[in-house]
Structures are given as structure tokens and as C-alpha cells.
């Protein structure tokens, strides 16, 4: 076993349960943005409720929310150990910084950070108040997270604090996505353009259409 | 040309050091960087001064011992060339230029710009020795190899270790360096036999010397003077997780 775990404790298999995790993230924030567009359905919430309820009540879904706290827990505890390794491997610093890399890729600990912070409190805010707060259940035998969500994008600063954070995440994964590829070793004159091409769009589009989410309720409260 | 230089002075490894300026005057701008050095230590030494202690040996982009970080940038503005082979007309008159050490704690500063670089050497010892018959010279097609693949193994082949990747990336990693020493024998026949242990012994002691992580910023190969390829990096992961997956050294 102690190849595995020298493996896995290395620095390469750090990166590689950087990119294992932070694609899964990925694949997750598709799967909540695709859930959480149904909030501009003009329904007054009834379809996102309903859909809501499933979420939290499916034993399966269930699975894959422990699992998907797991991997974030994993991403940031993976991603301190790396950055005080990396801290380390330079005490002393350059008078003039090098800029030879992008902005985003060079402050991954620092977006990264950010989008913590912004977890926590989307977490509070939303998951917290669904899972033990006091909502209101609807007609329909569902909470009515819709007006929990709607009460709090009707103020201006949590509407900014959305979109600021969107923009944040959008830096992290136009480094991120293709980064994760090359720790996987796909690294191809074939393939190469294509994941920077679909890593680029997703990290403008997926960003863009969570933070048109408040934008538009804020707009219509 | 006229020049103001602030340069990185330091005693030894534990010396805390500091920035010095000092101004040079009639630099010919078909003078190298190391070239403009020689002229400002010959006028230290007039002074009855220290000269600035640098490393160089072949000052003609081969041996990779000139190391000088100038203006944010190791071996300066240009791409693709060594400090030596960097020329003053690249800079303009008047202009301030600072210069500082490889900056990475497995490159220790011996003196002012100096820095001990064994930890590489170490790197390479690891890696070990290829399995090749000695004896008569083998026929030059005996061992058919497609001209791509060639091409790619001499590409890594022309590192030469002079650490301006570990100096560019923000984590000290150097990723790039020892992608280059295992891809130039990784992809070729004559290294396939102990292929498997040498990327495990490399990576283990590349994590031992303490270098950086790799956060494909890119930044190594950017300022690489042989412009090694990040497809290197790439296919040291592959090598390093087929080799743990599949090698007999549990
Ligand atoms: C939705 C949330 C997130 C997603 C989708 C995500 C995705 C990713 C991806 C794909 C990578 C590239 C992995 C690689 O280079 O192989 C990455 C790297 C990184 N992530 Fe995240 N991440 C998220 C949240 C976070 C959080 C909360 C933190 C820290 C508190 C964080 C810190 C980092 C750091 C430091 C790196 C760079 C590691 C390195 O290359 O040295 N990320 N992330
Ligand atoms: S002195 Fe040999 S490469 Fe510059």
C-alpha cells in the first residue's frame, strides 16, 4: 500500500486529486446552474419547489451531496498542503514579480479563497435555511425555498456579493478546466484546442448565466 | 550607454543581503549582459571593491551556468536565449535595470547572484544509468525510429538545466527540468528498460530537494532558452502514474 500512498502524497498526486476534484465540481456546478435556471421559469417557484424537494429527499441525490462535500473539503484541504509546499520552495522572494503566466492562473489560493467564502455563505443563506431553518411549505407539499431565495435577491448587496463571486469563479476555472487536463497528462495537438475552447466557454457561460440568476429576480422583485 | 543597475548583494547563504545600485557609463550595446557585468566588476575592483560574484562558464547558450534574473524575468527580456547571449542593445540608454538571483530554497544563493544548483544534478543522479551495450559502434538505422519521435527526444534533450523554470514559477517547481530529463529517454528505445523506476526516483527526489508543485501556469516554459514544451510536463504525469500503477516497486 505505501506505493499508493507515496503516489497519491506526492506532488504529482496532489495535483491529480486537485484535478480529479475540481473536475467533479465542475460537472457539479452544471448540474445545480441546469436545477437553478428553473427559478426564472415565472412559475412563481412551483416547478423549482418541487424540484428542491426532490434534491433534498432522494436518498441517491443524497450520496451524491455527501460526496460532493467531500471533494470540496478534499479540493481545499489538497490546495493548503500544496500552497504551503509551494510557499515553502520560495522563502524569499523577487523585488520585480514575474508576469510570465496569467493573472488567474498565478492566484488560484487567492480565487480559490474567495470562493470559499462565498460557499459559506450561499450555504447559510440557501442549503442551511432548507435544511434547518424555518420555510414555509407550499399547497403543493413542498418548502417554498423559492421565496427564501427571492427575499434575499430582492437586496441590492447580496445581489452583489452573487455577482462579484460569479466573476471570481470564472477566473478560477479559465485556469482551472484546462489545467486539470495537462495534471491528467492529455496534453495533444488534437484534443489540447478543444478542452481551452470548451474550458474557456464553460468558464464564461456557467458564470454568467448563476449571476443572471439574482440579476433577474433582483430586476422583478 | 548609460545604465543605473540595482544588483542583489549577498555575503553568503546566511547573510540576510540587500540591493546595491551602481552606474555604468559608455556600454557598447554589442556588448553581452555578462559582458556589461565584466565592465561594471572591472570598475568595482578599481574602486577597491568587491566584484559582483556571477555564474557563467561557456557564454555561448550552452552550458546553462549564467543565471540571472533581470527586470522580473530570468535571462532577461528576449526569448529564447541564455543571460550571455543577451546583448545591451536590448535595453535603452538610460534605462535602470534590476538583477537578482534564482530565487528557490533548493537553490541556496552561495554568493550575491552565485546559486548552489546541485539539487538538479542530484535530480539526474536518480534517475540512474540506461541499459546499453558497450562495445561496437550499432549501425545508425539498426534500431528503426520514426523522425518525429526523434525530433521530440532531441527537443527535451536540449535542456540544459539552468534553472530559469524553477526561477520563473511562482511555486519554484521544477516540473519542466525533470519532464525534459525523462522525456528525452522515455521516448526513445534505448530508455525503455528502466524506464519505470527512473520517473518514480526522479519525481521522489525532485519532492525530496523541495521544489514547488506544477500549476500549469506555463511561466517555465515561457522563459525557457531552449523553449522546452509544456507536452513535456504532460507526459511526465503520464509516465510517473503508469510507472506507480504498473511498476514492481511497492
Ligand atoms: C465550485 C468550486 C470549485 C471548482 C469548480 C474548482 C475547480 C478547480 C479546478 C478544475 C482546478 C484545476 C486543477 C489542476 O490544476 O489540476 C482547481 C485548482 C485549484 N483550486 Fe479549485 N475549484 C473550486 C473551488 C475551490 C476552493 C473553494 C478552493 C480553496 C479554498 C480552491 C483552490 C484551488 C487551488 C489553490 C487550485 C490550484 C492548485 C494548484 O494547481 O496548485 N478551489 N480548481
Ligand atoms: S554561460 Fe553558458 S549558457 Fe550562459
Redo the contacts between chains.
Keep these: 500500500m505505501s506505493w499508493l500512498i507515496d503516489s497519491l502524497t506526492s506532488s504529482l498526486g496532489r495535483k491529480v486529486l486537485m484535478a480529479l476534484t475540481g473536475l467533479f465540481l465542475i460537472l457539479f456546478l452544471a448540474v445545480h446552474l441546469s436545477g437553478n435556471l428553473q427559478l426564472l421559469k415565472g412559475d412563481e417557484g412551483r416547478q423549482f419547489n418541487i424540484y428542491a424537494e426532490f434534491m433534498t429527499s432522494n436518498p441517491l441525490i443524497k450520496v451524491i451531496s455527501i460526496g460532493n462535500f467531500f471533494f470540496i473539503l478534499l479540493h481545499i484541504v489538497t490546495s493548503v498542503i500544496l500552497n504551503r509546499r509551494n510557499k515553502k520552495a520560495r522563502p524569499v522572494g523577487y523585488a520585480v514579480s514575474p508576469t510570465q503566466s496569467t493573472w488567474a492562473s498565478r492566484n488560484m489560493g487567492v480565487l480559490g479563497f474567495l470562493i470559499l467564502i462565498f460557499l459559506i455563505i450561499h450555504l447559510k443563506g440557501f442549503w442551511y435555511e432548507m435544511k434547518f431553518g424555518s420555510v414555509e411549505t407550499t399547497d403543493y407539499d413542498a418548502k417554498d425555498l423559492y421565496a427564501v431565495v427571492k427575499a434575499a435577491y430582492s437586496q441590492l448587496w447580496y445581489v452583489a456579493i452573487y455577482v462579484v463571486s460569479m466573476a471570481v469563479l470564472a477566473f478560477h476555472l479559465s485556469h482551472g478546466f484546462q489545467s486539470a487536463f495537462q495534471t491528467f497528462g492529455l496534453n495533444h495537438i488534437k484534443y489540447s484546442p478543444i478542452i481551452k475552447f470548451v474550458g474557456a466557454a464553460f468558464a464564461i457561460v456557467v458564470p454568467a448565466l448563476f449571476a443572471l440568476i439574482p440579476i433577474w429576480m433582483f430586476l422583478n422583485s | 550607454m548609460n545604465l543605473t543597475l540595482?544588483v542583489w548583494r549577498q555575503k553568503n547563504a546566511s547573510d540576510k543581503g540587500g540591493?546595491e545600485t551602481y552606474n555604468v557609463s559608455d556600454i557598447s550595446p554589442d556588448m553581452s549582459f555578462l559582458e556589461m557585468f565584466d565592465v561594471l566588476n572591472e570598475q568595482l575592483v578599481r574602486e577597491g571593491k568587491d566584484p559582483v560574484h556571477f555564474d557563467h562558464d561557456c557564454r555561448e547558450g550552452i552550458c546553462g551556468m549564467c543565471s540571472m534574473?533581470i527586470?522580473?524575468?530570468?535571462h532577461g527580456p528576449k526569448d529564447a536565449i541564455t543571460t550571455c547571449q543577451l546583448h545591451m542593445r536590448s535595453f535603452n540608454d538610460g534605462d535602470t535595470i534590476?538583477v537578482?538571483p534564482w530565487?528557490?530554497?533548493?537553490f541556496p544563493i552561495i554568493k550575491d547572484l552565485v546559486t548552489d544548483r546541485s539539487s538538479f544534478d542530484r535530480i539526474i543522479q536518480a534517475g540512474g544509468y540506461i541499459s546499453v551495450n558497450t562495445g561496437g559502434v550499432p549501425d545508425a538505422n539498426e534500431i528503426p525510429i520514426p523522425k518525429k519521435v526523434a525530433d521530440e527526444a532531441m527537443d527535451a534533450a536540449t535542456c540544459i538545466g539552468c534553472g530559469a523554470c524553477v526561477?520563473?514559477c511562482?511555486?519554484?517547481?521544477a516540473m519542466l527540468f525533470v519532464s525534459a530529463k525523462v522525456s528525452q529517454l522515455a521516448l526513445l528505445p534505448q530508455g525503455q528498460v528502466e524506464k519505470k523506476s527512473r520517473v518514480e526516483n526522479m519525481?521522489?527526489q525532485?519532492?525530496d530537494e523541495?521544489?514547488?508543485?506544477?500549476?500549469?501556469?506555463?511561466?517555465c516554459s515561457?522563459?525557457c532558452p531552449k523553449e522546452i514544451s509544456?507536452?513535456n510536463?504532460?507526459?511526465?504525469?503520464?509516465e510517473?502514474?503508469a510507472a506507480?500503477?504498473s511498476s514492481d516497486?511497492?
Aim: glycine letters at 8%; aromatic letters at 10%; hydrophobic letters at 40%.
Design positions: 540595482k540591493f534574473y527586470n522580473g524575468k530570468p534590476t537578482e530565487r528557490a530554497a533548493p526561477a520563473a511562482k511555486n519554484a517547481s519525481v521522489a525532485m519532492d523541495g521544489f514547488g508543485a506544477c500549476t500549469n501556469t506555463g511561466a515561457a522563459v509544456l507536452t510536463i504532460a507526459r511526465l504525469n503520464r510517473y502514474f506507480k500503477s516497486n511497492v
